[in-house]
């Protein structure tokens, strides 16, 4: 199996709740740390756009490696697709979870190990929308975290 198979095939993997939470911070961290290029630009060589998408995925793939996270495609595309989620807030009894500056722990935590589907087809070939929440099962992990956080756990 090569890179490109592997990094694909683990993308929908579940992540640690835990290491979740501080790839989050990594993302918001990011958005803010220009990507510097080594050399000077050369012709036919690709280089990645210093934007707040790349800085922020770029901060967290480093944050995941100093982790020692072997995943790290899992917890961007979680990331990524946390929009999702949050739009979807209001609608899923999930409003009072979600501020303009802030989400709930427990929902950041459930994104981490909500099911998530990557249907790895000719859709990425498409460039269609692949990354696709449980919705359903984000509500429910959603509760199982806060009343775990209820109950002091």
């Not at 000077?40 to 934007?51: E, V």
Request: neutral net charge; hydrophobic residues 50%.
């Amino acid at each position: 199996m090569n890179q490109k198979t592997r990094w694909i095939d683990q993308m929908d993997a579940p992540c640690d709740p835990n290491i979740f939470l501080r790839a989050v911070a990594a993302w918001e961290r990011g958005r803010d740390v220009p990507i510097r290029h080594q050399e000077q630009l050369q012709p036919g060589r690709l280089y990645l756009a210093d934007i707040d998408l790349n800085r922020a995925a770029m901060e967290t793939v480093r944050e995941l490696r100093a982790a020692g996270v072997p995943n790290p495609q899992a917890y961007l595309w979680r990331l990524m697709h946390m929009g999702e989620i949050l739009r979807a807030a209001a609608a899923l009894g999930l409003a009072d979870l979600v501020r303009e500056d802030k989400v709930h722990t427990a929902l950041l935590r459930a994104a981490a190990v909500a099911k998530f589907r990557v249907p790895v087809s000719d859709a990425i070939r498409a460039h269609e929308e692949v990354g696709v929440f449980d919705l359903e099962d984000a509500v429910a992990k959603t509760a199982q975290f806060q009343a775990a956080e209820k109950a002091g756990g």
